[in-house]
């Protein structure tokens, strides 16, 4: 290896080195020690080793500035050149330096006279490369084995063996192009009483290129005549020793200096070590206090200096234990001690402070009654710390309040938490009750509006004897002990059974209805001879009659028959319903003329309408306003569509209007009434193409909550005097006609959530 003084002075270095061939003075260094702990801060009870290392005078073995011309006492194996100012770069301190290569070939060689330095040393010189590119004898090496080495030789140059190699790097390098200081370490190798140095660059592009120059060389070596000496137990290493350990290791009590001196027969140099004493030391106890009447409290130490492999006691040294965590501890005072593996000592106080436990003193249950989930679960608690909160649901939810309403049949597991996170638990049960209920509940039709219809059902357990209750919508109907209903219009209706304590059971139950019949027929003007019948409903059946024999039914019976006529001319026509009181007669003229008729419709949206103009044998053609030909069409879109029928009396036009509506209803299951924006009410997803519309609201024992006829309306989850109701499900009747007549009724479950 080599060391590179390149932040030194020159004037620094020449302090230190003594130069025999172009110098003529000899500079003498004074010793230096110094002393050195394995360890400064030394653990109670513990020991460290000192060491020393220590360096004498040095003297000059070898020097050569250049400043005295072409020196001797050198082996050259070329010309060489002695200048101040070689390619316009002085030499560091200004004077001559030697310039290498000009006009020579390779091997480039400088070489020392044999050198005494069995004691060791340092090479030092001044270096500098020329500039690759320049002319000669400014050209600069370039190639990688165009460098310089520094070999050595202890065999009078018999064999050389390289101490660094100077890699030109391409010969670009600023670095290598300006004079520069390196010294390397003399190895152990080289140490004789006879060794050779030299300077040697082995590989040129020719004698005109790669040159190179030196300056300011010195080899020193130190002689080992000094001895270094351990005061404080005369421990001495031997002669030409300057770097070891004092084998005995010391063991301070305290704080302790220790001097270690160096010396020969004139220079004598001190230094001095001080050592330290760590002592194991409890830095702070964290302090986790027991909860809840519990013995959960713990202590955790923390602890630092001495010489570790700590271990814990806290039973007064009795028991030790090496994790500094003691848990299961109650509410008490306690001491901590801490002993290092050099068996030193410390102790530190720490005091833990309990927390009660939390207890359920009384709790009073209420069972339901009359089947209904009304349960009661009132607590009474003592201990903790107060406020307390309280959770039915498995410590999902809390509340604060200690009684729980309206529970159902069951048990249930309760938990209390009081302020500190204490809890407790306890159990209760709530039996269900009996109550009435209703058992098959029949219905039968009515007939053409004639109040025919009925209810009939019966009812079991609960308390009787038993009244029946009937409700169509928040309307009360009849009562009855038996619970039959007779003489009813068709319609939805609630039936409930109460018993003699007043518990309930309902059901909803419809009464269907057979209506009467429905007939568009009027006085009609025909061009032809033939009227197909439309539009005609019976449910109850119907029977066709005329006033001649001239018209002919193609089926009395049905409600739509084909009615033709022999001959043209007016007739008066009758149709009688069988069972309802109905009976129609209208006139029927019949034309030589063409004769269509298409009946307006209306339809939901998404339904196909079917058009059909009726087709007559004398009808020659049929046009429809959409550019159809035939008689009958299908249209999925609201519009009037006009037909033009043709024959041999003329050309007959009609129209029919189609119109759709959105005939539907649609609500929630849910709804969280909190003013949040979201959610608030229970109202109608959508909605559309209705005449009539009602909606009720049910609470769970059959009472009507709110009532609403607008299909706009939100029901915030108050009653009609604006009370919040509480949490849980309603049931809802919601009841409309469509602008095309159809009925529809949907009822279902709405969960009212309060969040």
């Known amino acids: 290896m080599y060391t590179n003084y390149y932040n030194m002075t020159f004037k620094q270095l020449i302090t230190c080195i003594a130069f025999a061939f172009g110098y003529h003075q000899t500079t003498v260094a004074q010793c230096t020690v110094q002393a050195i702990a394995q360890d400064t801060i030394v653990p109670c009870n513990g020991s460290t080793t000192l060491s020393v290392n220590g360096s004498g005078t040095s003297v000059l073995a070898f020097g050569e500035n250049f400043n005295n011309g072409v020196p001797v006492g050198w082996d050259f194996s070329q010309i060489v050149t002695i200048a101040n100012n070689t390619c316009g770069v002085p030499s560091l301190d200004g004077s001559d330096f030697m310039w290498m290569g ?20 340092n090479v030092c010189f001044e270096m500098r490369y020329a500039i690759q590119s320049q002319a000669s004898p400014c050209e600069g090496p370039d190639l990688a084995n165009e460098g310089v080495y520094l070999q050595y030789s202890t065999d009078n140059g018999f ?5 660094n190699y100077w890699s030109p790097n391409g010969g670009y390098d600023s670095y290598m192009t300006a004079w520069n200081q390196y010294c390397e ?44 000496t351990w005061l404080h137990d005369n ?124 207890d359920v003193s009384n709790m009073i249950v209420t069972t339901t009654t009359c089947g209904l989930d009304n349960g009661i679960i009132d607590l009474t608690i003592t201990g903790g710390t107060p406020p307390y909160q309280y959770s039915l649901n498995n410590g999902s939810t809390f509340s604060a309040n200690e009684i729980f309403n309206n529970l159902v049949p069951g048990a249930y597991q309760i938990y209390i938490e009081d302020d500190n996170g204490c809890f407790d638990t306890t159990s209760a049960t709530i039996y269900p009750s009996t109550n009435p209920l209703l058992g098959q509940t029949t219905s039968t039709l009515e007939f053409c509006s004639l109040q025919d ?20 919508g928040a309307s009360l109907v009849a009562t009855s002990p038996n619970g039959t209903f007779p003489n009813l219009q068709s319609g939805s209706y609630w039936v409930t059974v109460i018993d003699q304590i007043g518990c309930a059971d309902s059901t909803q139950i419809t009464v269907d209805s057979i209506p009467a019949p429905i007939s568009p027929m009027t006085d009609t003007i025909l061009c032809n001879l033939t009227l197909q019948v439309f539009g ?77 103009a009726v087709q007559q044998p004398q009808n020659v053609s049929y046009l429809w306003s959409t550019g159809a030909t ?21 050309t007959l036009i009609d129209t029919a209007s189609v119109e759709f509506y959105f005939c539907d209803i649609e609500l929630p299951n849910v709804f969280t009434p909190n003013n949040d924006g979201n959610n608030d009410y229970f109202q109608m997803l959508f909605y559309g193409g209705l005449s009539t519309f009602e909606c009720i609201i049910i609470n769970r024992w059959g009472n009507t909550i709110r009532e609403f006829a607008d299909p706009a309306f939100q029901w915030d989850g108050t009653d009609k005097n604006g009370n919040p109701m509480e949490e849980g499900v309603y049931f809802y009747v919601a009841r409309t006609v469509t602008n095309a007549g159809d009925e529809i009724e949907k009822h279902g479950l709405v969960h009212l959530v309060r969040e």
């Open 185 to 228: 370490t003399i190895p152990l190798a080289a140490q004789t009483a006879a060794t050779k140095f030299r300077w040697t660059q082995l590989a040129v592009s020719g004698a005109g290129f790669d040159h190179w120059g030196l300056d300011n060389i010195t080899i020193s070596a130190t002689i080992p005549n000094y001895t270094i």
């Open 630 to 650: 035939e008689p009958t069409i299908q249209v999925t879109t609201p519009g009037n569509y006009i037909i033009s029928t043709t024959n041999m009396c003329g």
């Open 102 to 121: 000009n006009t020579s070939v390779a091997p480039r060689v400088m070489t020392t006279v044999s050198l005494d330095v069995s004691s060791g040393g």
């Open 536 to 612: 005609v409903v019976s449910y109850t059946g119907s029977n066709w009659s005329a006033n001649a024999n001239e018209i002919n039914f193609s089926d009395p019976a049905s409600p739509n028959p084909l009615i033709t006529a022999d001959t043209a001319g007016i007739y008066l026509i009758n149709l009688q319903d069988t069972v309802c009181s109905y009976n129609q007669t209208f006139s029927l003229t019949f034309v030589a003329d063409p004769f269509t008729a298409v009946i307006d419709t209306t339809l939901c949206i998404g339904e196909t309408a079917t058009i059909a």
């Open 159 to 163: 064999t050389w063996v390289t101490m």
């Open 235 to 358: 421990y001495t290493y031997p002669t030409g020793v300057y770097t070891g350990d004092n084998p005995t290791p010391v063991s301070p009590t305290g704080t302790t200096s220790y001097i270690v001196m160096m010396s020969d027969s004139t220079n004598i140099c001190y230094d001095t070590i001080t050592l330290f004493i760590s002592y194991p030391q409890i830095d702070n106890i964290l302090e986790n206090d027991p909860t809840c009447g519990s013995n959960n409290g713990s202590l955790v130490a923390s602890s630092s200096g001495g010489a570790g492999g700590y271990t814990y006691s806290l039973d007064g040294g009795l028991t030790f234990q090496p994790s500094a965590t003691f848990t299961g501890l109650n509410a008490n005072n306690y001491t901590v001690i801490l002993v290092d593996q050099n068996n030193c000592s410390d102790t530190l106080q720490a005091a833990l402070s309990g927390v009660d436990s939390v």
């Open 453 to 472: 219809g009925s209810i009939t059902t019966s009812a079991t357990s609960g308390v009787g004897p038993y009244v029946f209750v009937l409700h169509q």
